[in-house]
């Protein structure tokens, strides 16, 4: 009985192999990389590009001899007709409102998150969160007429009267820029929660943790960069927002932080001038882009300090 024996073919080569991987097209993939590529790119661009046309008109007024860096950042009168350009007059403003907009959505936001995701049902939570997120969707005209009819009246009856506070101040139009942006600060904190991996509740509730010691003290930690991220975006919206402040606060600059004070923020300011017939060139025209320019660099400082503080805080819970 004679045997055959079959030949098995020899392992290609590693390199060959290869080769083979390599020469395969993966059309799909280069799209969706030339694609993100571009997204990426358009982004860079356009935020190159503002900082560039604001950098080049704000020259212009900088070019002035009227106008000096140590008056523009070391005075506190904006007055263009007089010849008086301290920003901080419009800065004051924009940080007292800003301030008082953060301590109203950041505690009430916060709350809401850990109610949305640990102590609401399933049901309440379909609820609740689409109704809290709809205020996002309401046009800041109607905030801002909200606060100047509403909040504003409250606010003179609880500080004695039109004698002390006047229509317009600043602590009316910030509380109201709380409510704007607490659905920011609370939709972003609650899926933050949310990510938070089940195991950290589940050792926490083990050790004979409380709910409320769980969200506190395991929770709110755990997802602190998604909190200050959502903390980032909200100081980012209030520091931005235009109609409420211009509706509201008051409709000169001025140089306080009182919040029961009228005055103007630089958005405000930029709103109320620009939607007057200034002639192209004009001091007055190119002022407004040096106050651009100014509220531009004021957020990206404050975007890094919050940024710096949630790095210090992400390395205590490493």
């Known amino acids: 009985m004679t045997t055959q024996t079959q030949s098995i073919p020899a392992a290609a080569p590693e390199s060959e192999w290869a080769g083979q991987l390599q020469k395969k097209v993966r059309w799909g993939e280069g799209l969706v990389e030339a694609s993100l590529f571009a997204v990426g790119f358009v982004t860079i661009f356009i935020t190159l590009a503002i900082t560039i046309v604001l950098g080049d008109q704000a020259l212009l007024f900088f070019a002035e001899p009227e106008v000096t860096l140590r008056e523009f ?5 904006w007055q263009p007709k007089a010849g008086q350009f ?11 409102t800003s301030a008082i907009a953060i301590l109203v959505a950041l505690p009430l936001g916060l709350s809401a998150a850990i109610y949305l995701s640990e102590y609401a049902s399933p049901r309440a939570r379909g609820v609740l969160k689409p109704v809290l997120e709809t205020l996002a969707g ?10 100047l009819l509403f909040v504003s009246p409250i606010v003179r009856n609880m500080f004695g009267g039109t004698e002390n506070v006047g229509v317009y101040n600043m602590l009316s139009a910030g509380l109201v820029m709380g409510i704007m942006i607490l659905p920011l600060i609370a939709s972003m904190s609650e899926d933050a929660l ?10 926490a509730y083990a050790m004979g943790a409380t709910k409320l010691e769980v969200s506190a003290q395991v929770l709110v930690p755990a997802a602190f960069s998604g909190i200050g991220a959502a903390v980032i975006v909200g100081i980012a919206r209030a520091v931005g927002e235009t109609m409420i402040v211009a509706i509201a606060s008051g409709a000169g600059p001025k140089f306080t932080f009182n919040p029961l004070d009228a005055a103007e923020t630089m958005t405000g300011h930029i709103a109320r001038i620009s939607g007057g017939d200034l002639p192209y060139g004009t001091i007055d025209y190119t002022s407004l882009f040096a106050i651009a320019l100014m509220l531009f660099l004021l ?14 805080f992400r390395e205590q819970y490493e």
């Open 194 to 203: 949310s990510a938070v991996p089940n195991a950290l509740r589940e050792a």
């Open 86 to 96: 301290g920003i901080w007059a419009l800065v004051s403003a924009t940080l007292t």
């Open 299 to 312: 957020t990206l400082v404050l975007n890094l300090i919050s940024q710096w503080i949630i790095a210090k």
């Open 73 to 77: 950042f070391l005075t506190t009168s």
């Open 138 to 147: 309401i046009p800041t005209v109607v905030y801002g007429y909200f606060a």
